[in-house]
């Protein structure tokens, strides 16, 4: 079993960054891979980027290239997600989730943090 709480979430303006953090506990928190996914009012949850628990390989959408870094320290049990050049369109809750592959399923989820991004 493993609980993620998020946090850094907050109101930023547009070019602004922002950092998540995902705060992981349970014993086999280094056998999962990890993610961060969005949901913006009106619409369906969305991957944003993930990596992988072995190598740390990690996979990003393409909303996220070039803007956004998803890193994960081991001994602290953490996940992050930089966030650079913040857009309007980034406004969302966003989520971290942890499954058994880095394409998933995800099993377990935080409660989110929201992010607002102002034009």
């Known amino acids: 079993q493993v609980q993620l709480v998020e946090s850094g979430g907050g109101l930023v303006q547009a070019g602004g960054s922002l950092r998540l953090s995902c705060a992981a506990s349970g014993r086999t928190f280094s056998s999962y891979a990890m993610g961060w996914f969005r949901q913006a009012p009106g619409k369906e949850r969305e991957f944003v980027a993930a990596?992988?628990?072995?190598?740390?390989?990690?996979n990003y959408a393409d909303s996220a290239k070039g803007r956004f870094t998803i890193s994960r320290d081991y001994a602290m049990k953490m996940l992050y997600l930089q966030m650079n050049s913040l857009k309007p369109e980034d406004t969302a809750v966003y989520y971290c989730?942890?499954?058994?592959?880095?394409?998933?399923?995800?099993?377990?989820w935080g409660q989110g943090t929201r992010v607002t991004v102002s034009s």
């Open positions: 989730g942890a499954g058994a592959k880095i394409l998933g399923p995800y099993d377990y």
């Open positions: 990596i992988g628990w072995t190598y740390g390989n990690t």
